[in-house]
């Protein structure tokens, strides 16, 4: 499965899990690169279980949906305990919603956690905004995406009266994602 990427975001319904998934599954795209982008959430949607998967591949993709995640992307407690165990031992990428995941030692997965509900609460006064921080600062500490294929996905996929928001929100995620790239 070389030159294929796994990606899961998980947390619970009306956190913006399938729209972060959709922005990066269409940055993709941006960037010609071979996309399949899956999503599923509880019943009730709102607070239930959320993911959503993203399949990166420089040729076809024979199977569209996610067998061992290269790259995780946590915002709850529950995603968090119930996808660790997916993500792929010794390259793995964990990146977490720091104070609403508990994440557990795992020698072998790099874990980073990034301030993206309190950073986007504080400094964006909208917690609804959460997700595409975690989204820039996913983009920025993996370069899976350019920022550029990112923020014209916000511009073509979200409504005229959203983007503002959602475009500081990407870049306060880039500038936090920036402590982890280095």
Known sequence: MSGITQIRLGGFGGQ????????LGHAGVIEGKQVSVSNSY?????GSACK???IFAEGPIDY?????????????????????????????????????????KIPDIA??????????????KERQSANIVLLG???????????????????TQMEERFRPLNLKALALGIELGREIHG
Request: aromatic share 6%; glycine share 8%.
């Open 16 to 23: 913006g899990i399938v729209l972060a998934g959709v922005l």
């Open 42 to 46: 509880g019943v009730a949607a709102r």
């Open 52 to 54: 959503a998967e993203i």
């Open 64 to 104: 569209p949906h996610l067998v061992s995640a290269d790259i995780f992307v946590a915002m709850s407690q529950g995603a968090y305990n119930t996808y660790i165990k997916d993500v792929r031992a010794g390259s793995g990428f964990v990146l977490l919603d720091q104070g609403y995941v508990n994440p557990q």
């Open 111 to 124: 874990q980073k956690e990034i301030p993206a509900t309190d950073s986007a609460v504080r400094k964006l």
């Open 137 to 155: 600062a996913l983009v920025e500490a993996t370069q899976i995406v350019s920022r550029q294929s990112v923020r014209k996905a916000i511009m």
